[in-house]
C-alpha cells in the first residue's frame, strides 16, 4: 500500500496545544516544505534554508510579505526519508503564545502550504512505510496514556512488538498457502501436502492468537480507562471516597444529603490502571425534581459502568433504599464499600453477602482512609483477568479493532481445520487459511480497506 501513495502537496498544522506557553511549533511536511519556508525565513547572517543540514537548527525570523517580523524563531530541518514522514520536513519553533503561532501558521498557508487534516502527519508516516498501521494507532495511544502501565503498553506497541508478532503468524500461514497452492498447481511433480503438516501450522498460529486474545478486555481497560460508577444513598460517604481516591477535595462533603446532585468525575491511577471514577447522586426515593434527575443518571451510569463501588453506611443498619441498591447492583462487576468503619458495624458480613453474594465485600474509614489500600487492591483485581502479564515485553491488545481482526482470523482457522479433518481437497483448506491471513493483514494494515485508515487518523489531532 505504501507504494501507491503519492502526494505533490505541502500540509502545516500547529503540532502544540494552544494557550501560554514557553515554546509552539508550527509543523510542515512535503516536497516543498523547505523552500516555502525558505520565503519567509530571515537569518542574521543571510543564511538560506535550502542549504541548511538535514538535523540542522537555524536561527531567524519569521516574516509577513511586507518583511514585518511575526516571531523570532528556531527552524529545524530533516531532509527526507530521515523524518518523521518520509518527506522533507521544517519544525518551526516559535514563542508559546496564540497570536506567534497563528501569525507563523497563516504565513506558510499563505506561501502555499495545505492546512494539514487530523493525523495527517502520522498517516503519511504510515502510507511511506515508516510505520505500519498498528503503530501508528500507537501513537496516539503514547500521547493519550493516563498510566505508566499504559504508556509502557503503548510505546511497546509503537515499538514494533504486536506488529512484529502479527506479521511472523502471518508469514507462517502466507507459506503455508504457498505449499499448499504448489501442490495444487503441481500434482505430478510436488503433491498434496500432509494434512499434519498443515494442521500443525494451523494448531501453532491459533494458540498465539489465542494468547493475545486473552489480553484483549485487559488491554481496553487499559487504554480507555475503566468506567466506574459509585452509588449509594445520600450521605453513605460517596463523595468523601472519591476525595480518597483522588487524594484532594474533588468533591463537596457536607452533612447534608443530597450535596451531590451531578455527577463529578476523576481519572485516577490505581494499580497502574486507569479508572473514570465518577461520584453519582445519592439514590433514594424523592419527590424533588432536580434530585430525582441526579438519581436517574446515576443509574443509567450504573448500569453502563465496567465497575459499581456500591457505598453503604456500616454504622447504620440496611434501610429499604440500601436494600433496593443492592438488588441492582447483583450481577454486575463490583465492590460493596461498606463505608464509616471508624464509627462502627450495625450489619455482619453475612448480612451483606445474603443481599450480594457475589460481589467482594471491603469496609473501610473514607474518614480515616483506614482500608484504602485494600478497597484498591480488590477493585483492581475485579477488573483484570488472571494470569496476565503487563509488564516487560508482553503483548497486550489495546485495541478492538484488533480484537476483532483476531478473533476473525481465529474463525478462519477453526474452519480451515474442519475441512481439513473431513477430508476434503486442500485448495477448500486455502480458502479459510487465506481469510486468516487477510484478517492478520488489517491488524497491521497490509490488508487494510481506505476507509478504515480513514476513521483511525480521523481520531487523531491536527499536527500529529
Known sequence: MAGEFRSDDTIAAISTPLGEGGIGIVRLSGADAISLVDKAFVSPKGQTLAFARSWSLNYGWIVDKHGEKIDEVIVSVMRAPHSYTREDIVEINCHGGLIPLQGVLERVLELGARLAEPGEFTKRAFLHGRLDLSQAEAVIDVIRAKTDRGHRLAMRQLEGGLSQAIKEMRSDLVGLLAAIEAGIDFPDEVGDMEPEAIRQVIDDVS????????????????????????????????????NRLVRENRAIVTDVPGTTRDVIEEVVNIGGFPFVVRDTAGIRRTED???KIGVERAIALMEGADLVLCVVDGSSPLE?????????????????????????????????????????????SAETGEGLEELEETIVSQVVEGGIDLTGDSLVVTRARHKQALKEAAASLEAARNTLEMG??????????????????????DTVRDEVIDRIFADFCIGK
Open 289 to 291: 425534581v432536580v434530585e
Open 424 to 445: 476434503l481437497p486442500q485448495d477448500l483448506v486455502a480458502v479459510d487459511i487465506r481469510g486468516a491471513a487477510e484478517s492478520l493483514g488489517e491488524v497491521t494494515g
Open 207 to 242: 494458540r498465539e492468537i489465542a494468547k493475545m486474545l486473552a489480553t484483549a478486555d485487559t488491554g481496553r481497560l487499559l487504554r480507555e480507562g475503566i468506567d466506574t460508577a459509585i452509588v449509594g444513598k445520600p450521605n453513605v460517604g460517596k463523595s468523601s471516597l472519591l
Open 320 to 364: 429499604d433504599d440500601d436494600i433496593s441498591l443492592l438488588q441492582q447492583v447483583q450481577g454486575k462487576t463490583g465492590v460493596l464499600v461498606v463505608n464509616k468503619k471508624d464509627i462502627g458495624s450495625a450489619e455482619s458480613d453475612e448480612r451483606y453477602r445474603e443481599l450480594l453474594p457475589d460481589v467482594p465485600i471491603v469496609r473501610i
